[in-house]
């Protein structure tokens, strides 16, 4: 598709939000696996460490 501004590109004929709203849900998402794997290790470790 060839948008003829950069507010068309983000706009996407009118799908944007959802397009965007999708991207970003994914990279929360994607940012709270990560802090919870982070926890996770260090949890472990800990729990090592006692053994």
Known sequence: ?????????????????YVWGSFGVTFALFVMEFIILRREKTNVMLFEDKS
């Not at 598709?1 to 939000?17: E, V």
Request: charge should be negative.
């Open 1 to 17: 598709m060839i948008w003829g501004s950069f507010a068309d590109f983000i706009n996407m004929n009118g799908y944007g939000p």
